[in-house]
């Protein structure tokens, strides 16, 4: 079965119905605010949980919100054995007034579709998925923290659950959503960090699955990124795995180089770098600003030679989790570029104000990227 045959997305159907079965275990409002208080990156979540069931002769059905707990799976289900799953990430901001929004849903939801298709899963419609948010956050929009810097961190992911150990496309399928909430996902806050350059390893290669949202693409970055840690750095950046000189992305960010007439370059999506959403969003308010943006190859060499000559003034890194992370040093084999120690550059920073400036409702919202989960 190929991928194509698995796309059933139409979005003039009837959206699904969702049952509700609240949890007779909620945190207490105290235990709850103390959590939202400090609530780091990925450690807490909220009392519900998200599933929709998918099979070949019934399509997606059973949708449902239910207490958070485990997942019970077979020995033999297919995603333990051939890794057949994705998934994205997100966030919900509470804006001044309470009230709960989303920053562009449908383009992740339009990635998860492409996910699929890559990974030969089933494709959710857009309405469903930003429905499957909206339906978490009716029982769990307490959980949405309204400290500055914090979010409500949803993690939509698919997996196959077929019982069966034949290497083709799962026949039985199931989509779920959880939520944490966030607090900045760089401990020391918005300073920048190093990072280390892995020579020997790559993130994906031509034909591979290097744009999709798998699983797969973060567990090979895992080794390379405990070097990063070994060597004093926050992330680990990869190169192309055909010449070894181009640079992809990191370990879980786009990146972006500012240079000193104003103009942002940033790797071309090539089919092995993931399409990020931030990335998208910040070339768009970079061009609002009448800014040059170029995407395209650019080589270590270049960043190295751009640093010497005072062409690149700033390097960052984006992503939904830590939004917009200034790069102060790149650090591998005998190689040492910028300076950790320098202070965060002036259009870095000014960018990230502008996109949390939107998330938030503090700025308007000019290009309809807002999505209220609440109402």
Known sequence: MTP????NVDETTFPLNFALTPSDELRHEMEREEILADPGFGKHFTDHMVTIDWSLDQGWHDARVTPYGPISLDPAAAVLHYGQEIFEG???YRHA???IWTFRPEANARRMQRSAQRLAL??????DFIESLRQLVAVDGDWVP???ETSLYFRPFMIANEVFLGVRAAHRVSYMVIASPAGAYFTQGVAPVKIWLTEE??????????AAKFGGNYASSLLPQVEAYENGCAQVLFLDSETGTHIDELGGMNIFFVH????????????????????????????DRGLDVEERHISITEWQDGIDSGDITEVFACGTAAVITPIGALVGHNLHIGD?????GELTMSLRKELTDIQYGRSPDRHGWLTRLDA
């Open 340 to 344: 950790a120690d320098a202070p965060a």
């Open 201 to 210: 390893y790559s993130r994906a290669g031509r034909g591979g699955a290097g």
């Open 122 to 127: 089933p494709e959710l419609s857009t309405s």
């Open 4 to 7: 194509d045959k698995l796309s």
């Open 146 to 148: 309204s400290a500055p």
């Open 97 to 99: 007034d309470n009230s």
């Open 260 to 287: 000193k007439n104003g103009k942002l370059v940033t790797p071309m999506l090539s089919g092995t770098i993931l399409p990020g959403i931030t990335r998208d969003s910040i070339i768009t308010l970079a061009r």
């Open 90 to 92: 997100l966030k919900a």
